[in-house]
């Protein structure tokens, strides 16, 4: 063949070819290849959101968001030159500006910045192209919120594991602790998207090439707390370090009060973070949810339950007090030195007689106790939503497994002692649950939250004779709070003084109100603050007559 | 004859205007620029044509090859940039490898077609004129001019008529290496060219010397490919394969070409309306990707129309290579090598069926030494045909 004739014949292969290729591109994946072209010269950016605001039940902030300033990196057009002139104007960065490109395609370098620091920062630096200044909304708090700062919680930079699970970015900010964490994805928000035309350079060829995405703020929370009332429980506790207040209402769950001290500032959370850490009070800890204690003899109602279920005991059942228990080669002591002499359970409930509840655990018996206990299928936890809290240790065999249990171990836990460790969240929700005569809605900390109900079947008269005692507490002027009592409050309550290791008994007071058609319940613990009557019962008091008074 | 001449003129004509009119959408600067460019080196060999008589340039042709090889020489010690492909007189840079290609065009017709010398005589020599600037080019380091040189010796060398034992192994030497990649393609390879040895009927020694220098072909280009290569060639050559994969590297600008055609559809974004190369998304929208921003702009439709212009420009080259003998016809068959390389090379990279080697498309593309050399060309043709 002559070379002219397969020249000729090599261009028309080669032409076609072209007009094949040409056609895939131009007809066949034209549409797919005209988005991409957009996508491609517009870069988008987010827009952080706004959380959502955080309201108390009468529409008082706690805790909403201010716009601050922050500077931006975009790594990919970062040069070395760049990265050295960062460094000389920034000097200490947290970020580690060699691996910034994995950190994403916008990364934060400074935050929080005021206007003034801006202006300076735009004075000083010399043109380096991929920074970019923007606005952030950041969180603020209330003056008051530090009294519910253990509900509230706090937020902070996302975590290099939080960011992967929830698909953020570096320096977005996230729920930490309280409803701030369980309730993030809603007050979290959706964040928007602004467009800058850039080259294959990173030079900026319009700054606005199509309207923004707006952000979206979060959802707005109402809690059912009441800040007034946090900030009057703090103002009870003056004479006392720790301790915590919990209420909620048991027909709908919502919680009135949760109040701990010490507390913390979730505005200026992360620069004292160390100072809060290192603190030997433990301020970071909600001792509502996950401080646990012996519940001393707050746990006695409980006993009395499974004790009339155990049919050990009944109303009329009378044990003789002379001061103190024997069993075995050991003698328990009761808090009255004297003795009660002889009692009835409403009595004994009422003066919180120590032998009597001896002689209950010691008919109902070790294991006897802890299967009725099985039975009554207690919830360890409240389930209240704020992350962390902590399940409470009382006498089930699976919680116990691998502790020592000896016969007369019932004889300590029949007057919350031993083993048993409760929060006092949890000893509310008992609390609650004899109020309502086995009903009781458990907490949640906002109106919307579904409600979710217990139930502990037992026999009316059961609970209607735990609930006289608990009245003679108050009323009786045997009653170990009987001196605070107050015809206007129709409270009903127990006292409670755990020994503990570290010092000083733990004062208790869990109490329901009103006696008739309880609605309430509100639990003071005072720690290392001794009787139950003389620490935490007047709290109480001072508390229900505030919140009745404000709800009349 | 007035056909031809009218083929040789037109076609140039109105790809360099299509060419104008895409830069005059992508840059006014780099249009005025080209234009000028146009317009000097028009008049420049407008002169040339009247001035100078048919057997000078026949005779003084290879003067260029010449010329250029001191340039060349000259580019590697004193070359601008990274890439060492430009020479610099003040303001002016100058590409000399793109005159190499004309000088040796000139060269290899007047050594092939001298009657007094013997054929191997002069195929020794025309491979030691191809080598030298192949060489020099290689170094710079420049595959795509050095790859043209190689072509444009192959097809006059195979239009002047050798053994076709020669053709063929110009041939089988880029399938050697390519199989080489790989030891299995390689061992494929060799049964199939064993067994084409079996069948073809040929002198024993013809079929050592093929496998001989295949086997050295296969042995040497993996090392070529790990010692020679510089790592940025090593992507250009393969981006190709993969453009989305290896996008911010070579790829992306494959892949950038491939957004921009593929957005232009079939009647185009229509003038100035390329997003791609009008946010330098193509960084070579004007020079080695003006196929595909003339694409994104004008379709699918102007695509075809410069297609089709190009067509009448080879048909018209190949109908003159017909009516030539002896000098004149490898020097007209060393030309349409060196447009029909380029045409193929650049548009072929452009839709990602090629490595991007830096070739540009002869008329349209933005840059002055190889507009020069094509026009040069041209005129050459032109004055064939008197």
Same mark, same amino acid.
């Given at each position: 063949?002559?070379?002219?004739?397969?020249?000729?014949?090599? !261009?028309?292969?080669?032409?076609?070819?072209?007009?094949?290729?040409?056609?895939?591109?131009?007809?066949?994946?034209?549409?797919?290849?005209?988005?991409?072209?957009?996508?491609?010269?517009?870069?988008?950016?987010?827009?952080?959101?706004?959380?959502?605001?955080?309201?108390?039940?009468?529409?008082?902030?706690?805790?909403?968001?201010?716009?601050?300033?922050?500077?931006?990196?975009?790594?990919?057009?970062?040069?070395?030159?760049?990265?050295?002139?960062?460094?000389?104007?920034?000097?200490?960065?947290?970020?580690?500006?060699?691996?910034?490109?994995?950190?994403?395609?916008?990364?934060?370098?400074?935050?929080?910045?005021?206007?003034?620091?801006?202006?300076?920062?735009?004075?000083?630096?010399?043109?380096?192209?991929?920074?970019?200044?923007?606005?952030?909304?950041?969180?603020?708090?209330?003056?008051?919120?530090?009294?519910?700062?253990?509900?509230?919680?706090?937020?902070?930079?996302?975590?290099?594991?939080?960011?992967?699970?929830?698909?953020?970015?570096?320096?977005?900010?996230?729920?930490?602790?309280?409803?701030?964490?369980?309730?993030?994805?809603?007050?979290?928000?959706?964040?928007?998207?602004?467009?800058?035309?850039?080259?294959?350079?990173?030079?900026?060829?319009?700054?606005?090439?199509?309207?923004?995405?707006?952000?979206?703020?979060?959802?707005?929370?109402?809690?059912?707390?009441?800040?007034?009332?946090?900030?009057?429980?703090?103002?009870?506790?003056?004479?006392?370090?720790?301790?915590?207040?919990?209420?909620?209402?048991?027909?709908?769950?919502?919680?009135?009060?949760?109040?701990?001290?010490?507390?913390?500032?979730?505005?200026?959370?992360?620069?004292?973070?160390?100072?809060?850490?290192?603190?030997?009070?433990?301020?970071?800890?909600?001792?509502?949810?996950?401080?646990?204690?012996?519940?001393?003899?707050?746990?006695?109602?409980?006993?009395?339950?499974?004790?009339?279920?155990?049919?050990?005991?009944?109303?009329?059942?009378?044990?003789?007090?002379?001061?103190?228990?024997?069993?075995?080669?050991?003698?328990?002591?009761?808090?009255?030195?004297?003795?009660?002499?002889?009692?009835?359970?409403?009595?004994?409930?009422?003066?919180?007689?120590?032998?009597?509840?001896?002689?209950?655990?010691?008919?109902?018996?070790?294991?006897?106790?802890?299967?009725?206990?099985?039975?009554?299928?207690?919830?360890?936890?409240?389930?209240?939503?704020?992350?962390?809290?902590?399940?409470? !240790?009382?006498?089930?065999?699976?919680?116990?497994?691998?502790?020592?249990?000896?016969?007369?171990?019932?004889?300590?836990?029949?007057?919350?002692?031993?083993?048993?460790?409760?929060?006092?969240?949890?000893?509310?929700?008992?609390?609650?649950?004899?109020?309502?005569?086995?009903?009781?809605?458990?907490?949640?900390?906002?109106?919307?939250?579904?409600?979710?109900?217990?139930? !502990?079947?037992?026999?009316?008269?059961?609970?209607?004779?735990?609930?006289?005692?608990?009245?003679?507490?108050?009323?009786?002027?045997?009653?170990?709070?009987?001196?605070?009592?107050?015809?206007?409050?129709?409270?009903?309550?127990?006292?409670?003084?755990?020994?503990?290791?570290?010092?000083?008994?733990?004062?208790?007071?869990?109490?329901?109100?009103?006696?008739?058609?309880?609605?309430?319940?509100?639990?003071?613990?005072?720690?290392?603050?001794?009787?139950?009557?003389?620490?935490?019962?007047?709290?109480?008091?001072?508390?229900?007559?505030?919140?009745?008074?404000?709800?009349? | 004859?007035?056909?031809?001449?009218?083929?040789?003129?037109?076609?140039?004509?109105?790809?360099?205007?299509?060419?104008?009119?895409?830069?005059?959408?992508?840059?006014?600067?780099?249009?005025?620029?080209?234009?000028?460019?146009?317009?000097?080196?028009?008049?420049?060999?407008?002169?040339?044509?009247?001035?100078?008589?048919?057997?000078?340039?026949?005779?003084?042709?290879?003067?260029?090859?010449?010329?250029?090889?001191?340039?060349?020489?000259?580019?590697?010690?004193?070359?601008?940039?990274?890439?060492?492909?430009?020479?610099?007189?003040?303001?002016?840079?100058?590409?000399?490898?793109?005159?190499?290609?004309?000088?040796?065009?000139?060269?290899?017709?007047?050594?092939?077609?001298?009657?007094?010398?013997?054929?191997?005589?002069?195929?020794?020599?025309?491979?030691?004129?191809?080598?030298?600037?192949?060489?020099?080019?290689?170094?710079?380091?420049?595959?795509?001019?050095?790859?043209?040189?190689?072509?444009?010796?192959?097809?006059?060398?195979?239009?002047?008529?050798?053994?076709?034992?020669?053709?063929?192994?110009?041939?089988?030497?880029?399938?050697?290496?390519?199989?080489?990649?790989?030891?299995?393609?390689?061992?494929?390879?060799?049964?199939?060219?064993?067994?084409?040895?079996?069948?073809?009927?040929?002198?024993?020694?013809?079929?050592?010397?093929?496998?001989?220098?295949?086997?050295?072909?296969?042995?040497?280009?993996?090392?070529?490919?790990?010692?020679?290569?510089?790592?940025?060639?090593?992507?250009?050559?393969?981006?190709?394969?993969?453009?989305?994969?290896?996008?911010?590297?070579?790829?992306?600008?494959?892949?950038?070409?491939?957004?921009?055609?593929?957005?232009?559809?079939?009647?185009?974004?229509?003038?100035?309306?390329?997003?791609?190369?009008?946010?330098?998304?193509?960084?070579?929208?004007?020079?080695?990707?003006?196929?595909?921003?003339?694409?994104?702009?004008?379709?699918?439709?102007?695509?075809?129309?410069?297609?089709?212009?190009?067509?009448?420009?080879?048909?018209?080259?190949?109908?003159?290579?017909?009516?030539?003998?002896?000098?004149?016809?490898?020097?007209?068959?060393?030309?349409?090598?060196?447009?029909?390389?380029?045409?193929?090379?650049?548009?072929?990279?452009?839709?990602?069926?090629?490595?991007?080697?830096?070739?540009?498309?002869?008329?349209?593309?933005?840059?002055?030494?190889?507009?020069?050399?094509?026009?040069?060309?041209?005129?050459?043709?032109?004055?064939?045909?008197?």
């Amino acid at each position: 063949m002559k070379p002219e004739r397969t020249l000729r014949i090599l !261009l028309w292969i080669i032409v076609g070819i072209i007009i094949v290729r040409l056609f895939q591109y131009q007809v066949l994946e034209h549409k797919k290849l005209e988005i991409l072209a957009t996508y491609n010269y517009l870069k988008e950016y987010k827009i952080p959101a706004p959380r959502g605001n955080i309201y108390d039940r009468n529409g008082i902030t706690l805790a909403t968001w201010k716009p601050t300033f922050r500077i931006m990196a975009i790594p990919k057009f970062l040069s070395q030159e760049d990265i050295n002139s960062i460094k000389t104007l920034f000097g200490e960065l947290t970020i580690n500006l060699d691996t910034l490109h994995q950190k994403g395609n916008y990364v934060q370098l400074k935050s929080m910045l005021t206007f003034e620091e801006v202006v300076k920062f735009l004075e000083e630096a010399p043109e380096i192209k991929s920074l970019v200044i923007d606005a952030e909304p950041v969180r603020t708090y209330s003056q008051d919120a530090k009294y519910a700062s253990h509900l509230i919680g706090y937020v902070s930079e996302a975590s290099q594991e939080e960011i992967e699970k929830f698909q953020l970015e570096y320096g977005d900010f996230i729920g930490k602790a309280g409803c701030e964490r369980s309730l993030d994805t809603l007050l979290r928000g959706t964040p928007g998207a602004k467009f800058m035309a850039l080259d294959s350079k990173g030079n900026l060829i319009d700054d606005n090439p199509r309207p923004p995405i707006e952000p979206k703020q979060g959802k707005d929370i109402s809690l059912t707390i009441d800040i007034g009332l946090q900030k009057f429980a703090d103002s009870l506790f003056q004479n006392y370090q720790r301790g915590a207040v919990f209420g909620f209402n048991i027909k709908t769950g919502e919680v009135i009060i949760l109040y701990s001290k010490p507390y913390f500032d979730p505005t200026n959370i992360t620069s004292s973070w160390k100072e809060y850490i290192n603190n030997p009070e433990k301020p970071l800890i909600n001792r509502c949810t996950q401080g646990l204690y012996p519940p001393g003899s707050t746990f006695k109602l409980l006993t009395a339950l499974v004790g009339l279920y155990s049919q050990t005991l009944s109303e009329n059942t009378a044990y003789y007090c002379s001061g103190g228990f024997a069993f075995g080669n050991r003698i328990w002591l009761c808090w009255k030195p004297e003795g009660h002499g002889t009692l009835g359970l409403i009595d004994a409930i009422a003066q919180s007689c120590n032998v009597y509840f001896n002689n209950v655990g010691a008919h109902v018996g070790t294991d006897n106790f802890m299967e009725i206990l099985e039975k009554f299928k207690l919830p360890l936890k409240t389930e209240i939503p704020i992350p962390g809290e902590a399940k409470v !240790l009382i006498p089930l065999e699976d919680l116990l497994k691998g502790r020592y249990i000896l016969p007369s171990s019932v004889i300590n836990w029949s007057i919350g002692q031993g083993e048993i460790q409760v929060t006092p969240a949890w000893l509310s929700l008992i609390t609650g649950i004899i109020a309502g005569n086995g009903k009781c809605t458990l907490p949640k900390i906002t109106k919307d939250e579904q409600e979710k109900h217990f139930n !502990l079947n037992l026999p009316d008269e059961f609970y209607n004779v735990v609930k006289e005692g608990m009245r003679r507490v108050v009323e009786s002027r045997n009653g170990t709070a009987g001196y605070l009592y107050d015809p206007q409050l129709k409270i009903s309550a127990k006292t409670g003084t755990a020994q503990n290791p570290h010092g000083r008994e733990h004062s208790w007071f869990t109490c329901f109100f009103p006696n008739n058609n309880p609605e309430y319940v509100i639990t003071v613990l005072v720690e290392n603050a001794g009787h139950g009557s003389e620490a935490a019962a007047p709290i109480a008091f001072q508390l229900v007559r505030r919140f009745v008074g404000e709800k009349n | 004859m007035k056909r031809i001449r009218n083929g040789l003129i037109i076609p140039p004509l109105i790809l360099i205007s299509l060419g104008l009119v895409e830069l005059f959408f992508i840059n006014r600067g780099l249009f005025l620029s080209q234009l000028s460019k146009v317009i000097i080196y028009s008049l420049l060999l407008a002169g040339f044509y009247f001035l100078i008589k048919k057997p000078y340039i026949l005779n003084y042709g290879p003067i260029i090859y010449y010329i250029s090889i001191p340039l060349l020489i000259a580019t590697l010690l004193f070359g601008k940039g990274g890439v060492s492909r430009w020479i610099g007189v003040g303001a002016l840079t100058f590409q000399p490898s793109e005159l190499t290609k004309l000088g040796l065009i000139f060269v290899l017709g007047k050594t092939l077609s001298d009657t007094k010398k013997t054929i191997k005589t002069k195929l020794t020599k025309a491979l030691i004129y191809t080598l030298i600037p192949f060489i020099l080019v290689m170094l710079q380091p420049d595959l795509g001019t050095a790859l043209t040189l190689l072509i444009i010796a192959f097809i006059t060398i195979w239009v002047y008529g050798v053994d076709p034992m020669l053709i063929r192994l110009a041939i089988l030497i880029p399938i050697a290496m390519l199989t080489s990649a790989h030891i299995v393609s390689t061992i494929i390879f060799y049964i199939m060219l064993l067994s084409l040895l079996i069948i073809l009927k040929e002198p024993i020694y013809k079929k050592i010397l093929t496998i001989g220098i295949l086997t050295l072909t296969s042995l040497s280009t993996p090392i070529v490919w790990q010692k020679m290569l510089k790592p940025y060639q090593r992507d250009r050559l393969t981006a190709f394969l993969n453009p989305e994969k290896s996008l911010n590297k070579e790829g992306w600008q494959i892949y950038q070409a491939k957004i921009a055609m593929g957005s232009g559809g079939i009647i185009g974004k229509g003038p100035g309306k390329g997003t791609q190369k009008g946010l330098a998304f193509l960084p070579a929208a004007h020079t080695d990707f003006i196929f595909s921003s003339f694409g994104e702009e004008f379709g699918l439709l102007g695509l075809i129309v410069i297609l089709f212009t190009f067509i009448i420009f080879f048909r018209t080259i190949l109908r003159t290579l017909e009516l030539k003998e002896g000098n004149e016809k490898l020097i007209v068959s060393g030309i349409f090598a060196y447009f029909f390389i380029h045409f193929t090379f650049n548009i072929l990279s452009n839709l990602s069926l090629l490595p991007v080697v830096g070739i540009p498309l002869p008329f349209l593309s933005f840059g002055g030494s190889h507009l020069l050399t094509e026009m040069a060309s041209i005129l050459t043709l032109l004055k064939l045909e008197v």
